[in-house]
Each structure stands twice: as C-alpha cells, then as structure tokens.
C-alpha cells in the first residue's frame, strides 16, 4: 500500500474514533450523575423512615395521669367539731373531749365525750358521744377522693348495721346533711342496762363524718328516749359538717354544706397517701 494510500485511510478513520471517543466521555460522564442520584434516594430512604417512626412514637405516647383533685385538703379539730352548747345538750356532765390517736390529724381524727349524771340512789343519766372525721385523698391508681369516700360511706353504714347484739334496728336517710347521709338506731342490753344507740353516718365530698351517740338510764333510772336521742344526733352530725367545710376556707363553706368538686380543675394527683378505709378512726 502506498504512502498515500495509507495517510487518506488514516483521514477517513480519525472522524470515526473522535465519535468514538466521544461517545465513551458522554457515558462515563454520566455514571457520576447516575450514582449521586442512587446515592441521594438511598440516603433519604432511612431519614424518611426514621421520622415516620418518631412521630409515630409520639402521637401514640399517652399523658401523663391525672385525677380529679380532692374538694378538702384538712379536717378541723375533731374536740372542736361541735359548739359549746351542742355539747352540753348532748353531754352535759362532760368535762372535755378525749381526742382520739392519730399519725396524721388532716386525714383522720376523733374526739369522744363521756357523760354521767349521777343521782345516788335515784339512780343515772349515762351519756357518751364520739365524732369520726376520715378525709380521702384523689389518687391515680384508686380514683378521686370523693368516690374513695363513698365506698368507705357505704362499708361504715354496712358495718354499723351488722352490730352484733342489736335490737329493734332501723335505718334512715338524713335529708340536708353532706351529700348522703344515714342514721341508724337500734338498743343494746347490757348488765347495766339499755342503751339506745345512733349512728349517724356522712359524707362530704371527700370527707366521711361519724357521729356516735347513746345514752342509757343506770341503777333504776329511766331508760332515755330514743326519738330525742336520734334528733340530737342529727343536730350534731349536720354541725359536724359544717365545721368540716369552714376548716376548708370560706369558699368551702358559702352556700351549699359542699362545694362542688366538678368545680375545681384537674390536676394531677398528689404522692400522700390516701386514707384507709379498714375502720374507725
């Protein structure tokens, strides 16, 4: 082949590899693109996922517990629950109130009163009076205060129902007094003779009230009347609770014996423990 030949060969060839070539650049040029592409949807692959797992996460988390708050946060002084006079209507030989034990008086507390009007021969007026106060605290696993006293309510006038020994039982409603409240009456015979007892039993929001009250006519006395006992009882159970709601602050005591707790906010319910309901104070 000649000289010529082979330099117009060379000429027609070299426009082929520069497409060639050109070809080639163009790919590998693309492969970058295509891989930072792959490399960006594989990216935000997790990103999304994660985000989706973590809002997820906290539309499912539940709040934090709360419960309603308890309507009264003390009790009174349990020996000074009841006036003066009422004292000396229904205990009139008293000389003080003997207040009863308690490790922690804003949640539980007592006074009793024991009263003998000695006539000698003539014989004696026995008298004996105690008030039970018992205050609920709400609680996030047992409840709100005031249902906590309501089922304690309802185990005191179950109780006081069951007395062994008694004679003539009669339960009522006490209309006016608390939010619910029940009396029963009923006589126990004893070597030195009969009592007539009442009980009456309260409740106020969060507050249960028992108000004990029997009287008995000794050494030949005449046994006293239990219409008149079950009125004192009332008398002095509905000033019980009065004194309850005024411990509590004017708010508490204005109007109504109670002040509504569907008026007070939630709130989260407190550590101290509540209360327990397994008897008497």
């Not at 040029?29 to 792959?38: D, E, F, G, I, K």
């Not at 009592?195 to 006519?217: H, I, S």
């Amino acid at each position: 082949m000649s000289e010529g030949t082979m330099q117009r060969r060379a000429q027609r060839e070299q426009p082929e590899r520069a497409k060639r070539l050109t070809r080639v650049l163009v790919c590998a040029a693309a492969v970058p693109v295509m891989l930072v592409a792959t490399g960006c949807s594989s990216d935000s692959g997790p990103d999304d996922g994660g985000g989706d797992k973590a809002a997820s996460a906290s539309a499912s988390a539940s709040p934090s517990p709360t419960v309603q708050a308890a309507a009264y946060r003390t009790l009174p002084e349990a020996c000074r629950a009841l006036s003066k006079k009422t004292l000396e209507d229904l205990a009139p030989k008293a000389k003080s109130g003997k207040e009863g034990g308690s490790d922690d008086v804003a949640s539980r507390a007592s006074c009793s009163w024991s009263s003998l009007d000695n006539n000698g021969v003539k014989g004696s007026q026995f008298r004996w009076l105690n008030v039970s106060l018992l205050r609920f605290e709400s609680d996030t696993t047992r409840g709100p205060g005031d249902k906590l006293a309501q089922e304690y309510y309802d185990k005191q006038v179950r109780e006081v129902r069951a007395t062994p020994g008694a004679k003539g039982l009669n339960a009522q409603a006490v209309a006016g007094t608390g939010d619910e409240a029940t009396a029963v009456r009923y006589e126990l015979k004893k070597k030195e003779g009969t009592f007539k007892q009442q009980t009456v039993v309260v409740r106020v929001e969060n507050v249960v009230v028992t108000l004990d009250y029997n009287g008995a006519g000794l050494a030949g006395d005449k046994t006293p009347d239990a219409a008149a006992l079950l009125a004192d009882a009332k008398k002095a159970a509905k000033e019980a609770v009065l004194s309850v709601t005024r411990a509590n602050g004017p708010a508490a005591a204005s109007g109504s014996p109670s002040a509504p707790a569907s008026g007070r906010p939630s709130a989260p319910a407190s550590k101290a423990p509540s209360a327990s309901a397994s008897g008497k104070s």
